[in-house]
């Protein structure tokens, strides 16, 4: 049975520093659960309890699972790998003692890191792309941390394609999927950045990657706002700011068609509903009640 769950994103919670809402954890997790949901990620390191059974009560007493951490890390530089492994590793032995059901480290490139992909995002071009050296680097490095993770902790590592990193476009998802080994890393389907991203039809990457898809991201992406983004080559900060990743249903991603794939070939795990809130964009709750209820329509 699918499982929905929300991000601290969808709070403003966002990675990227002075992005977003400074929201307490406490009321992020009160209103994710007061909202219809019953799971959330870990969001940024300390952001919640990095204290093992006190992460656990505060997710057990309002019925929530914690199911996965976002981990980014700038791999097409060698001398980030073995900080990545330290981090992912810690990351992971705080899910395995906090969560009561099977959680994922959500790997990801240091996304924003790179000024060109940043300024591009959106917008890549092949030869925008990793060379074949910095490929090597890059899939090398995302597969010793998810082995190290297997190996200490016994978890599952699904890598997250994002705009303004280095695996954007299909292209690169095709790529960096072909340079690591299937029963280590899997995919994070994430339907707004696939779709801003340059994949016409993110189903298709669903359906033609179904077999790595471990974790679902449910993201919209506004036509418009990418419209302007790509004529006023606004970079990737800008977009965000401007609401490139809107309410579910208010995009261009065809809902109902990523649903209908997930449920169609039996996924069995978590979709997970990321909208960036950021301040000036209304409540979050309201937004999560609304993006709720559009699920609910469709199935789930």
Request: net charge negative; glycine share 8%; aromatic share 8%.
């Amino acid at each position: 049975m699918i499982r929905v769950a929300n991000a601290p994103c969808s709070w403003g919670v966002l990675e990227f520093e002075g992005m977003g809402e400074s929201y307490p954890y406490d009321r992020v997790l009160d209103e994710i659960a007061a909202t219809g949901y019953i799971g959330s990620e870990l969001g940024d390191w300390g952001f919640m309890p990095t204290e093992s059974s006190r992460l656990r009560e505060e997710f057990d007493r309002r019925g929530l699972s914690l199911l996965g951490a976002f981990v980014p890390v700038f791999m097409a530089d060698a001398s980030t790998h073995d900080e990545g492994i330290r981090i992912a590793v810690r990351t992971a032995r705080l899910l395995a003692q906090a969560s009561t059901v099977s959680p994922v480290i959500v790997l990801a490139d240091d996304n924003g890191r790179d000024a060109h992909r940043t300024a591009q995002a959106g917008r890549i071009r092949r030869d925008d792309s990793l060379d074949e050296a910095r490929w090597k680097t890059f899939a090398a490095g995302a597969t010793a941390i998810a082995r190290a993770v297997k190996d200490e902790t016994g978890l599952r590592t699904v890598f997250h394609p994002h705009c303004a990193g280095f695996v954007e476009t299909p292209w690169e998802v095709d790529e960096l999927l072909q340079r690591t080994p299937p029963d280590l890393l899997g995919l994070c389907f994430d339907s707004g950045h696939l779709l801003y991203g340059g994949t016409a039809d993110p189903v298709e990457t669903l359906r033609r990657h179904r077999d790595r898809v471990w974790h679902v991201h449910v993201k919209d992406c506004s036509a418009e706002v990418a419209a302007r983004a790509r004529a006023e080559q606004w970079d990737y900060f800008a977009a965000v700011r401007q609401g490139i990743f809107c309410e579910l249903g208010k995009g261009a991603v065809d809902l109902a068609a990523v649903v209908a794939a997930l449920t169609g070939t039996a996924y069995d795990g978590w979709v997970v509903v990321e909208q960036d809130v950021l301040p000036g964009m209304g409540a979050p709750a309201d937004s999560a009640r609304r993006n709720r209820e559009v699920l609910r329509t469709l199935g789930l």
